[in-house]
């Protein structure tokens, strides 16, 4: 600084040594406040690695958590794979039933529509014999061979049917059942009970357990017997057949 004033005086003495003073008390001042705030910069970053050394124990138990969930995980996985087996093997359990019911079946019912059409062979070797007369077969020679010859035609025939489990249906006096029989006609006035077969037009056929040809029958109507043994005394008047509904 310019020992001369603003206005070209000169400076006053006192001004040089009152600024060297107040330097000098100054620059202690910056030397004592070094220390602290390099006390304060250490505690700064003592702070910042405080976290640092516990972040490896988190990451133990997050390694934990995450070894237990791959556990889980595995055996819930390992469940639906035997679940998964457990489901196919039945599976396959069942298509091999079906397919050896299919093969049963198939061995059993594949003859039918061949069966079906030798039934109507059966039914002219019946009509045959049923049209040779008894007297003729008694007096002629001839004709008694030809209806043995016939019938033993017919034997053969069941006995061909039968082995290949075809088997006849004749409900003559039995009663009728619409699973094996179809009524053609009712007959009046017969000493049998109601519902009983009487009269075969046709003989019925069945393969295994289902049924090859309906048998063709007559049923007996009006006989009144079936009455009379269902109510054990005199049959019911007209209109009383059925007993009254229970309202409960």
Do not use: C
Not at 61 to 79: I, N
Not at 109 to 130: C, K, M, P, T, W
Not at 151 to 161: F, N, Y
Not at 202 to 214: H, M, S
């Amino acid at each position: 600084m310019s020992r001369w004033g603003r206005r070209g005086g000169p400076a006053p003495e006192g001004t040089m040594e009152t600024m060297q003073d107040e330097t000098e008390r100054a620059e202690p001042e910056s030397d004592a406040a070094a220390p602290a705030a390099e006390a304060e910069e250490d505690a700064v970053r003592a702070d910042d690695a405080a976290p640092d050394e516990a972040a490896p124990d988190e990451g133990d138990a997050g390694e934990g958590d995450a070894d237990e969930a791959d556990a889980d995980e595995a055996a819930s996985g390992d469940a639906a794979l035997k679940d998964q087996l457990l489901r196919a093997l039945a599976d396959a359990e069942n298509a091999r039933r079906r397919a050896r019911k299919d093969v049963e079946e198939a061995r059993t019912y594949a003859i039918s529509r061949f069966a079906q059409d030798l039934l109507g062979v059966a039914d002219n070797l019946g009509r045959a014999l049923e049209s040779i007369p008894a007297e003729r077969r008694e007096g002629d020679e001839a004709v008694k061979a030809i209806a043995e010859g016939i019938e033993m035609t017919a034997r053969e025939l069941d006995s061909v049917l039968g082995r290949h489990g075809i088997s006849k249906i004749d409900p003559l006096g039995e009663k009728f059942d619409y699973n094996l029989h179809q009524a053609l006609f009712e007959i009046a006035d017969t000493d049998q009970p109601d519902g009983t077969v009487v009269q075969v037009a046709q003989t019925g056929y069945r393969i295994g357990d289902r049924l090859l040809r309906a048998a063709m029958v007559g049923v007996a109507k009006g006989g009144g017997q079936a009455a009379e043994s269902d109510a054990g005394g005199d049959p019911a008047p007209d209109g009383a057949d059925a007993p009254a509904e229970d309202p409960s």
